[in-house]
Structures are given as C-alpha cells and as structure tokens.
C-alpha cells in the first residue's frame, strides 16, 4: 500500500508561484509514474503532469506545461510540482498520484491540496 502526503497549497496572488510536493510512503516498489491532477467543483479531475521515475524518460504537462514543471527527488520518495505565473483560472484542489506498472495506471491518490490565486 501507498500513501500519498502533498502539502505546498494555499492563497497567492495572480503571477506568483507555489511548490506543490508530494511524499510517497509505503511499499513503493511497484510504482513506476507519479503525476499531478487538479479539479475544480464539478468537474472531472484533469492531468497536469506525470513523470516516470523508474525509466528516466522525459516528463510530460499538459497545455500548461510553460508554467507547471514537475520534477521527482528519489531520495526523499517525493514529486514536485512547480506553478508559475499563476492566474485566477489555476485555482483547484491539486492531487497527486502515484501509478503503478509500466503503463502508468494511476492507483493511489493523496487527499488534495487546495491552490486559490486571487486577482
């Protein structure tokens, strides 16, 4: 089992930044990919970003990816996420997974941490 610990959210201002990090602890041996979604109420969570952190390949954003960067410190078991230039439509509830098996399928979720940007 997996547990998922994210913590770097709260209320910022249009055009700053957060650290988003996320700590795995558990048996994480057979996590291959950790990532990041955010939602907003009702609707359906959305990637951000995700990462391989077993094969090294390269990490992969969405649209935001000029401003969200993911990055993974493999000795602390821990994925971060960036955000830059935040803007009041980045305000969410952002959760981190941790997907399993080398076809990333995102199993385990943290309990979300919420990021308000006001104008």
């Known amino acids: 089992q997996v547990q998922l610990v994210e913590s770097g959210g709260g209320s910022v201002q249009t055009g700053e930044s957060l650290r988003l990090s996320c700590a795995a602890n558990?048996?994480?041996?057979?996590?291959?990919?950790m990532g990041w979604f955010l939602q907003t109420p009702g609707k359906e969570r959305e990637e951000v970003a995700r990462m391989f952190i077993r094969s090294g390949g390269p990490p992969y954003s969405d649209s935001r990816k000029r401003r969200f960067n993911i990055s993974y410190d493999s000795r602390k078991k821990q994925v971060n996420l960036q955000v830059n230039e935040l803007t009041p439509e980045d305000s969410a509830m952002y959760f981190c997974?941790?997907?399993?098996?080398?076809?990333?399928?995102?199993?385990?979720w943290g309990q979300g941490t919420q990021v308000t940007v006001s104008s």
């Open positions: 997974t941790a997907g399993i098996g080398t076809n990333c399928r995102f199993t385990y």
């Open positions: 558990g048996v994480t041996d057979n996590v291959y990919c």
